[in-house]
């Protein structure tokens, strides 16, 4: 990890980030599933922030060095010591916190295909951290994916979404409360940029053959969520018409892994750390331009921030290499449902914020109504398989994630959110909603909790493949909102597996 400068746009000066072995978005990570590797995460950067840190939130306090970083690898089965645990940091002279593990981290890989990202998970400054540059991608392979003939090498190509703001000297911007009440007098609830950044670049383009291509897309935006759809454009990316004659997204994985069989969508609606695995077939556009366009409000759903639209162009110009030998298969892998009969219990878990009475101004936003450094209350069996239910009295979407599994979304169900103010009760309303076609089946480590709905999620307590454990022996892991000024700001809890 180190400090650098690297051009964003044509237009703007260099632009001073942070990242891995001196690029944004890192090197992308191929592994095998199966085969495990270590990596060697080393802190190069400077003493002095790039952004500014509200020493009020916990972990973040001024007694601390104020560059931390510890790299957690999002979606991955690995044990708490190589998780990226937020107290796990270390800084480029030595000091470290209480978790700290001085080893390289070891991914097992022990799951099957997927497109995994790593990005920094240090307590209190995750959000600054992973906006200076600290991310990216990390791919498993398995035979099952490669049995399919879908297009790869050169036509393969992951892409990383994440909005920013920036100065006119290029420098990144990072807005703090002006005036700010107390406690948090630099803490912003949500960051939202103008300026979406692919892989690094600001509203870039893509030259495309006449083709299949597949692309892993993963929102690493700190708090923007995106609804995106294609629409025809000129050459310089001017919408030329809302024609619905545009190549489809064959959606063919998710967070965990292939899906049964691809979906096809004509939008695409990502939250943070969320991963869409598709295909989009260009062959029947040649010499047209397709602009992916934003629409979802910020905050998601009810909007009032900055809408970012322009998030990339493709441009089918380049004249076709040789024959396109890929192909769409019409079934993936199989998908095991877990039966909800089979949980041994379900956890209520409450998704709230902490409003200022004077003027409902949030200050914090909670989970299970406690904060992290209260007593760990979410407790699974190593090998049990529990339901958890996300009761979100709130008036935002939370992408809420789950370290070490892969669940299954059961449902959504609305319920009484007054009642619920009044009583401390959960009043269901009419039926459990199914999810959505690319939500099940399917296996994910990421999940939009809508306000006013419980969302139900199953999952299995595996430790990785292999691990020596005695009776009672706990893994400690967490469980946070991926908007990441939430998690910075008590939206974050411990949790422990038990053998
Ligand atoms: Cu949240």
């Known amino acids: 990890m180190s400090e650098f400068q690297q051009k964003v746009h044509r237009d703007l000066p260099p632009t001073t980030v942070w990242g891995y072995n001196g690029t944004w978005p890192g090197p992308t990570i191929e592994a095998r599933s199966g085969e495990p590797?270590?990596?060697?995460?080393?802190?190069?950067?400077?003493?002095?922030?790039?952004?500014?840190?509200?020493?009020?939130?916990?972990?973040?306090?001024?007694?601390?060095?104020?560059?931390?970083?510890?790299?957690?690898?999002?979606g991955a089965c690995a044990l708490p010591e190589d998780d990226g645990y937020p107290e796990a940091w270390f800084s480029a002279h030595g000091e470290h916190g209480p978790k700290f593990n001085p080893k390289p981290s070891a991914y097992p890989n022990c799951q099957p295909a997927t497109t995994l990202w790593y990005h920094d998970h240090c307590l209190g400054i995750t959000r600054l951290n992973v906006y200076a540059g600290l991310s990216g991608?990390?791919?498993?392979?398995?035979?099952?994916?490669?049995?399919?003939?879908?297009p790869k090498g050169e036509f393969e190509i992951p892409l990383m979404l994440q909005d920013r703001l920036f100065h006119r000297d290029g420098s990144l911007y990072y807005p703090k409360v002006v005036n700010g009440p107390p406690p948090h007098s630099?803490?912003?609830?949500?960051?939202?940029?103008?300026?979406?950044?692919?892989?690094?670049?600001?509203?870039?383009?893509?030259?495309?053959?006449?083709?299949?291509?597949?692309?892993?897309?993963?929102?690493?935006?700190?708090?923007?969520?995106?609804?995106?759809?294609?629409?025809?454009?000129?050459?310089?990316?001017?919408?030329?018409?809302?024609?619905?004659?545009?190549?489809?997204?064959?959606?063919?994985?998710?967070?965990?892994?292939?899906l049964p069989a691809p979906v096809d969508l004509h939008f695409l609606l990502i939250a943070p750390a969320e991963?869409?695995?598709?295909?989009?077939?260009?062959?029947?556009?040649?010499?047209?331009?397709?602009?992916?366009?934003?629409?979802?409000?910020?905050?998601?759903?009810?909007?009032?921030?900055?809408?970012?639209?322009?998030?990339?162009?493709?441009?089918?110009?380049?004249?076709?290499?040789?024959?396109?030998?890929?192909?769409?298969?019409?079934?993936?892998?199989?998908?095991?449902?877990?039966?909800?009969?089979?949980?041994?219990?379900?956890?209520?878990?409450?998704?709230?914020?902490k409003e200022r009475a004077s003027d409902g101004y949030v200050e914090i936003g909670l989970l299970g109504n406690a904060r992290w450094h209260e007593?760990?209350?979410?407790?699974?069996?190593?090998?049990?398989?529990?339901?958890?239910?996300?009761?979100?009295?709130?008036?935002?979407?939370?992408?809420?994630?789950?370290?070490?599994?892969?669940?299954q979304v059961l449902n959504r169900q609305a319920f009484d959110v007054q009642a619920y103010q009044q009583t401390g009760k959960v009043v269901l309303v009419g039926h459990p909603m199914p999810p959505e076609r690319n939500e099940r089946p399917a296996m994910k480590d990421t999940i939009k909790s809508y306000p006013g709905?419980?969302?139900?999620?199953?999952?299995?307590?595996?430790?990785?493949?292999?691990?020596?454990?005695v009776p009672g022996q706990e893994f400690l892991y967490v469980w946070h909102c991926h908007i990441l000024e939430h998690e910075d700001n008590e939206m974050m809890r411990p949790y422990k597996v038990i053998a």
């Open 37 to 74: 590797i270590n990596v060697n995460w080393i802190n190069r950067l400077p003493p002095r922030h790039l952004l500014p840190i509200d020493h009020s939130l916990h972990g973040a306090e001024s007694s601390l060095p104020e560059v931390r970083t510890i790299a957690h690898l999002h």
């Open 137 to 150: 991608f990390y791919l498993i392979r398995d035979a099952a994916e490669e049995a399919f003939n879908l």
């Open 186 to 258: 630099v803490w912003i609830q949500e960051f939202y940029g103008d300026t979406i950044c692919v892989n690094g670049k600001a509203m870039p383009y893509l030259e495309v053959e006449p083709r299949r291509y597949r692309f892993r897309i993963v929102n690493a935006s700190n708090a923007r969520f995106y609804h995106l759809r294609l629409f025809e454009s000129d050459a310089a990316g001017k919408i030329l018409n809302q024609s619905p004659d545009v190549p489809v997204f064959n959606q063919i994985g998710t967070d965990g892994g292939l």
């Open 275 to 353: 991963r869409f695995d598709i295909v989009i077939d260009f062959s029947e556009f040649a010499g047209k331009s397709f602009s992916l366009q934003n629409d979802a409000p910020a905050p998601y759903t009810m909007g009032g921030q900055i809408a970012a639209e322009n998030v990339m162009l493709f441009k089918v110009t380049k004249p076709l290499s040789g024959k396109d030998m890929s192909s769409l298969p019409e079934t993936l892998v199989p998908f095991e449902a877990l039966d909800a009969a089979s949980a041994v219990r379900e956890r209520m878990l409450l998704v709230s914020e």
């Open 375 to 407: 007593p760990i209350t979410e407790d699974p069996k190593a090998g049990s398989t529990e339901i958890w239910s996300f009761v979100n009295i709130t008036g935002d979407v939370h992408p809420l994630h789950i370290h070490l599994v892969r669940f």
């Open 453 to 469: 709905y419980v969302t139900r999620v199953i999952q299995r307590f595996d430790l990785p493949h292999g691990t020596q454990a």
